[in-house]
């Protein structure tokens, strides 16, 4: 499934709207506490688990999204965002979260 940020696909008619779809993905606080507590795994300033839980997070909201797209009988999603969020008490949870809209392309 194409999974685009603009509003069109170049070379592609959208013949379809299907509506909203949306992912969303909640990552815990004791999971940020167990990744800031390993500092050796942090190079350059940047901690790759952390960077590996954020793309873990992202990754299951788009297929949410696409998951949604698909059961409305779409084969793309089209203007989608990304949204990153602190949730909870002082920030304690970070949530993902994709939506687009579900759109048929000509084959």
Known sequence: MLIVTT???EGKRITRYLGLVSGE???????????FASVRDIVGGRSGAYEKELRTAKEIALREMEDQARALGGNAVV?????????????????VSASGTAVVLED
């Open 79 to 95: 203007a989608v965002d990304l949204d990153y969020e602190t949730i909870g008490a002082e920030g304690s949870m970070l949530m």
């Open 7 to 9: 509003p069109s696909i």
């Open 25 to 35: 993905a909640i990552v815990g606080a004791n999971l940020f506490k167990d990744l």
